[in-house]
């Protein structure tokens, strides 16, 4: 299957003396405990060794010790020796961290390679670490490292349905369910674990955040089995499972009249709910919850707000270390669209910054990272900087619902790196968005990155098979935010499709310029939208402009843009700390790739970059379209150079995609020319 292995493809090491060296180094392997992440280590560790060596290393089964080879183990749990030898170095790692050292061998033995975890699913990235390693050629034998996780929650959440279908996916069906049942065989299902646990993920909510009737089951006694199955595969790569939950639950599968946060019945029947899956499943993770929000329940029917909610299920989750996270994606789907003053960017500060200090200990508020929905240029959401006592998680998109649908190539690791990087200055200079969601900046005991997938059943899993590198580095990024993003490209590039150095410049090019192209020959100026309702594919101006959803351009034939100022706008420049707030509120000082989220302006205003708008409008879509073709003409010059399936499977994307870019630069260019009537400066414009 063309791309299955993704980067845990396993090619023999390029050089003999790089092969000898790794055969001997991991001649043999121990694992110093029989737990099943242990397990799962040793056995991923012989398989990429085997691999890449062409040698099988020996297996000891414990509690046999080896003079040499690798030693896998949990701090705390080795030999005494092992213990001491290590102190220094397995001092500074918590639970998930991991040491991998180099350690002199028994006299006259070679050395040995320690693989130290905080914990059991340390010493499992430690082992990834390793074969990290190996499969880019790197020396592994003076090994020293001391790896932390930066993130408590590393987390993916799944938008599967059981009926197959996944909302928002681009990439086959369902891995997990078949017809309103789970899939019978899971052998996929671990396969996906293994990528996962590969880049460090440690937690995945396995239904769609809408929940559905068959979903709201989910949580009863019908599914038990599947579940336990379930969390018996991803818990042997130390991935906890959680549930996505119908705040309407009590009703609907409970027999209750209400299901009111407040009302003592709701609360006990949770409470018995929690105890029963605890039950069946020690490791369960808890509960994700989208309430409120377009048609789903919540506590606003009672009266009540999101911390009552919220609190609710936290207490039924809290005897048993459980945990709620309760996203933040919250605002009214049913605007005035005639109605100026209303702001959807708005709605998740104003609902949830007056709840700060409000919400349990085992609360997190799950932020997506724009104010309105994961377009291809948003600001970050101000939310970040507007809670102190709460504890937080930052919640991207993987699959590409509006960046290309894994049609179009779009890298958006780069977009991330903008997002974690962002300084929101809440406490002062360094408040990045990366060290408020892992709790660094207020000291939170909780937090983390969440995910939505963008996986299926799709043979390279993800539709565009370089979509792969987006799952690769959300990964890497959830364990180490500050990470650049080439070391991620090259990383990725070098696992999946090899060393040749003529195929990695040719990828890290596309994948590096492919956010930039996508957004050029879109939507402008970070206006967003502009794209056909309901599927989110494809150009339509005026697709959602005198809808509900609230999400405007406001063209007409003077200008364009959302007024979101102080002054004379929706005030939402106002949710910013400064100089944010300063910045964004001004015209002359917002960058230009936010100017229209920011403010209207007509079509003559000169951005900094010296054009106006209008001819910006213009410029970018010739250049983006025309660079949408360059990237399918440079992909084109690897043919023969990889697995032709896979060769194949990308050049037809990248044709697709430089067709449609140039229906995106026809229907925005036209819709512009015909509303300001201002001709291109270049006579380009033939209609
Ligand atoms: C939007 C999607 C919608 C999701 C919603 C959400 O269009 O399918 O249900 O976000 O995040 O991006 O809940």
Redesign the pocket.
Known sequence: RTGYEAWLRYEAAQYGIVREAYASQCSAISALGSSKVLVTAVQELAEAVGAITGQQPKIAAPPERLSSGVLIGVKGMLDPELERLTADDTAQIGDEGYLLRTLPGAAGEADRIAVVGGSEAGALYGVFHLIRLMQQGEPINALRVVEQPANGLRMINQ?DNMDGSI??GYAGKSIFYREGKFTEDFERVRDYARLLASVGINAIAINN??VHRVETKLITEAFESELKKAADVFGAYGIRIFLSVNFASPIAVGGLTTADPLDSSVRSWWADRAAVLYRAIPEFGGFLV?AD??FRPGPFTYGRDHADGANMLAEALAPHGGIVIW?C?VYNCLQDWRDRRTDRAKAAYDHFTPLDGNFADNVILQI?NGPM??QVREPVSPLFGGLSRTNQMLEL?ITQ?YTGQQKHVCYLVPLWKEVLDFDTHAAGEGSTIAKIASGAVHNRPLGGIAAVSNIGDDDCWTGHPLAQANLYGYGRLTWNPALPAEQITKEWIRRTLGGDPSVGEVVEDILHRSWGIYESYTSPLGVGWMVNPGH?YGPNVDGYEYSKWGTYHFADCHGIGVDRTIGTGTGYAAQYHSPWRETYNSAELCPDELLLFFHHVPYTHALKSGKTVIQHIYDTHFAGAEEALELLESWQTLEGKLENGYFRLAAARLREQSEHAKEWRDVINTYFYRKSGIADAYGRLIY
Do not use: A, L, T
Request: charged share 50%.
């Open positions: 938008w909302e928002r955040v809408n989208k929000s377009e996203r994606f997506k929905d994961f998109q619902e989110h």
